[in-house]
């Protein structure tokens, strides 16, 4: 039932999750926590994954990105329960480097760019027209042509250093098994009590 690598046993559940068309199968709880310890969790969408980690993006001003450069160790959580299935996700994280920012920023539609260079993401504002203004000014500001990736926006690579596999079974008996990395670089993998 488990693979040697949990990178293989991710992807499968992962494409089987978006074969089923499951309603956003790339959302994640994402859980940080401040410099004091204080925690907070928050759904966010995963953009890219491969064997250096798990990829989303933000504005580096917001509440999470704070978290995040000041304690660089964050939880993911995935659940599809239309299949029954959970996985979490703890690491440390890491910035993406600039071009791989870039190129995400420049594949996203052009109303999420403006609305990236509009939003004081996490700060507080009187009402909705705030928002709007801003998104007008910057249309304004970028009326044509590429739009360039605002400098307080940018991706965190989340890389896992243990990933836990839970699939939902009959009275309770889930199956339950985790992935610790290993000091070799490898996977350690045992089975857990539900």
């Known amino acids: 039932m488990t693979d040697a690598s949990p990178w ?8 089987e999750a978006q074969k089923l068309k499951v309603a956003y199968p790339n ?8 410099r004091d310890g204080l925690p907070a969790v928050r759904i966010v969408l995963l953009k890219d994954w491969n064997e250096r980690g798990f990829v989303f993006y933000t504005n580096l001003g917001s509440a999470k990105g704070h978290d995040l450069q000041e304690n660089p160790v964050a939880s993911l959580g995935f659940f599809w329960d239309a ?9 440390k994280v890491e910035p993406v480097d600039e ?6 920023f420049a594949s996203r539609p052009r109303t999420s760019q403006l609305g990236a260079w509009a939003s ?7 009402g909705r027209f705030d928002l709007e203004k801003r998104v007008a000014h910057f249309a304004v500001q970028y009326p044509v042509g590429a739009i360039p990736r605002p400098p307080f926006w ?9 990933m836990e596999f839970w699939m939902e079974r ?4 889930h199956e339950r098994f985790v992935y610790v990395r290993n000091e070799a670089g490898g996977w350690d993998r045992d089975y857990l009590y539900p």
Do not use: C, N
Not at 8 to 15: D, I, P, R, T
Not at 99 to 104: F, H, K, T, V
Not at 154 to 162: E, L, N
């Open 8 to 15: 293989s046993l991710f992807g499968a559940w992962y494409e």
């Open 27 to 34: 959302a994640m709880s994402l859980a940080t926590a401040s």
């Open 83 to 91: 299949l029954h299935k959970q996985i979490r996700i703890t690491g």
């Open 99 to 104: 071009a791989e920012a870039d190129a995400y």
């Open 120 to 126: 004081k993401q996490s700060q507080v504002m009187e």
């Open 154 to 162: 940018s991706g965190f690579r989340v890389v896992p250093q243990r």
């Open 170 to 173: 009959q009275f309770r008996l």
